[in-house]
Nanobody, 122 residues
């Protein structure tokens, strides 16, 4: 059974940083795509960043240059380093995994974590 557990959310001031972690267990495919999505109150869930098994990465336009996605295979963990945070980065952040490459469409992902709240104050 595949499980994803996100940690690292919390409260930050504008201009500050947070690092999210997503620990993966039970995944047996050799090729995968993992992504971070976020959902702000009253808005649709949006793609934030994605990483493929060969470390290729993708970013949403609103976070390019500020966020970095990375992975540590030895720890079965994917990270999202968030710098220069803005109030509009506030939301629940979810990690998700799928067999194959990264997709920008949330419906393509097979398994999701429970989400972690990120709140950025101005």
């Amino acid at each position: 059974q595949v499980q994803l557990v996100e940690t690292g959310g919390g409260l930050a001031q504008a201009g500050g940083s947070l690092r999210l972690s997503c620990i993966v267990s039970g995944y047996t495919f050799s090729g995968y795509g993992m992504a971070w999505f976020r959902q702000a109150p009253g808005k649709e869930r949006e793609f934030v960043a994605g990483i493929r098994w060969n470390t290729a990465t993708w970013y949403g336009d609103s976070v390019k240059g500020r966020f970095t996605i990375s992975r540590d295979n030895a720890k079965n963990t994917v990270y999202l380093q968030m710098n220069s945070l803005k109030p509009e980065d506030t939301g629940v952040y979810y990690c998700a995994i799928r067999g194959g490459s990264v997709s920008f469409d949330q419906s393509d992902y097979e398994t999701w974590g429970q989400g972690t709240q990120v709140t950025v104050s101005s």
